[in-house]
């Protein structure tokens, strides 16, 4: 039986100097991709369309490696969710969000490519109208926000330094906001690429050192609780069916949508997202098995941080930096792509007729958006699961309905429609959470309040014929 950590400042050298060197590596990838572009541009200075999408000219192997490394900065929330309820994370974290990458390969991915688009609400206002990109933007910047992520990085350095987690959640968010202002997206993409690598080892060697240590399947069963090979972990359907509705989220994400307008062809996204979609199978696989042996081993740990001790004692020397190194980049890839969307949707969508200079209040909107994740973190008290919850539920409840059928029926959702519609789903989520409801309707989550408050205007308000005709450039 292995005991809990408190600090690993037992470190050997040789750990501390392939961690430093991962560190190295990426800030040397962020620096390198800058500096393609000012050979490529001469001293021009750094257009909108190179700083927030590359250009457009995100090729297949840098389209998946920026989307995969994105898509795991809360380590720590998917850890406590397994630590507490097993196999149940792999169902609500995993599979639930393969079916929807899937939808979006083969449903969504050629609309998107259709419009000449910088941000998510930037194809809202070309589908909808210019108030309905407002309203989108409202709620892509809460949802973006990089709340979780602020908080793994806060718990990160209080574990490995002894930094406290406050403290820790400031120095590392302006580490990270720096090299992003600097290089823009062309800087978030060419790290991300050296931490795909380097976090995808890091979870296999995990399971590899485990199972080779202390067995496979029937250890696990042997030391866990039977409820941890159950889909729903103990929680109810209705509950579980929730992170169903928020994985369907991915079809109106930012993030997937930012790599989607930066890609060079539609083809690109289509097998991106499918390749993606296969690493993420393989990666779930990893870390939820490695924090199932962490549960195993370490009964008593703090849910959210067993995996990583339960880890750095198992693997040898050498091995236990590169880990460390893993979960950092599994952190950093994911705090600077949502720092710097959350920065775009406040300079680019909400701001964007106050200031004329769109890259320098880009940058200094990645600094007011890290002090804001930091005081959130605060506000929901450090729950991984809450944060997701919540932000995810508005945003999907919200958002989702009116772009889907937006898609489906072009030109049949007005303007004002589309903000009706997603303010009423708001304004009904909140009021469900806090109205005397009768025991029966006490079990129906305020979010499937709010969809069927949506629909339901949708579906009776909207035209029968095209009432915004949204401009369309073909790539």
């Given amino acids: ?3 809990e950590l408190k600090t690993v400042s037992y470190f050997h050298a040789a750990d501390w100097w392939v961690f430093f060197a991962v560190l190295a590596a990426t800030a040397a990838a962020a620096v390198y991709g800058n500096r393609r572009l000012k050979k490529k541009q001469g001293e021009k200075p750094m257009s909108v369309l190179d700083y927030l999408l590359m250009g457009r000219q995100l090729t297949l192997p840098l389209f998946v490696a920026t989307l995969v490394a994105t898509w795991y900065g809360g380590i720590f929330g998917v850890n406590e969710i397994t630590f507490n309820y097993g196999i149940y994370n792999f169902v609500t974290q995993g599979v639930f969000w393969y079916v929807a990458y899937l939808i979006f390969a083969f449903f969504i991915a050629d609309k998107v490519a259709k419009y000449q688009s910088l941000t998510l609400p930037d194809l809202t ?10 309203v989108a933007a409202l709620f892509t910047f809460f949802y973006i926000t990089p709340v979780a992520y602020v908080l793994s990085l806060g718990m ?18 302006l580490f990270t906001g720096l090299y992003s202002a600097w290089g823009g997206f062309r800087s978030v993409v060419f790290s991300d690429l050296v ?7 890091a979870v296999l060697l ?62 690109v996204v289509k097998k991106g997202v499918l390749i993606s979609t296969f690493i993420w199978f393989c990666f779930d696989l990893c870390t939820t098995a490695g924090s199932l042996y962490a549960r195993a081993l370490l009964p008593q740990a703090e849910p959210g941080q067993a995996y990583f001790f339960y880890s750095i004692q198992l693997l040898p020397i050498g091995l236990r930096g590169f880990f460390v190194a893993g979960v950092l980049a599994i952190i950093l890839s994911t705090l600077n792509s949502f720092l710097f969307i959350a920065s775009n949707t406040l300079s680019f969508d909400l701001l964007r007729n106050r200031f004329k200079n769109i890259v320098l209040s880009n940058r200094i909107s990645i600094f007011a958006v890290g002090l804001l994740a930091i005081a ?38 007005s303007d004002r429609l589309f903000v009706f519609s997603s303010l009423t789903s708001a304004a009904v989520m909140t009021a469900w959470r806090f109205i005397p409801k009768h025991e029966v309707l006490q079990a129906v989550d305020p979010f499937y ?7 339901v205007i949708l579906l009776l308000c909207r035209k029968g014929e095209k009432s915004y005709v949204a401009r369309i450039v073909d790539r």
């Fill in 195 to 201: 931490q795909f690598f380097v976090m995808c080892s």
């Fill in 125 to 134: 206002n070309r589908m909808f109208g210019p108030q309905s990109a407002k």
């Fill in 156 to 173: 990160f350095l209080h574990m490995v330094f002894g930094i406290g987690i406050l403290p820790g959640m400031a120095l590392g968010t």
């Fill in 449 to 455: 309040a709010g969809v069927a408050a949506g629909l």
């Fill in 1 to 3: 039986m292995l005991n």
């Fill in 206 to 267: 995990v399971v590899v050192f485990s199972v080779g240590t202390f067995g496979g399947l029937g250890f696990l069963k042997a030391n866990l609780p039977a409820s941890h090979f159950t889909l729903t972990g103990g929680n109810s359907w209705m509950n579980t069916l929730i992170w169903g509705f928020i994985a369907l989220s991915t079809l109106i994400d930012p993030s997937f949508y930012q790599r989607c307008f930066a890609a060079k062809s539609p083809s």
């Fill in 376 to 413: 959130m973190a605060h506000m929901f008290h450090g729950s991984f699961k809450e944060i997701w919850l919540v932000l995810g539920s508005y945003f999907s409840a919200c958002l989702l309905v009116p772009i889907l059928m937006g898609y489906l029926s072009p030109g049949r959702i």
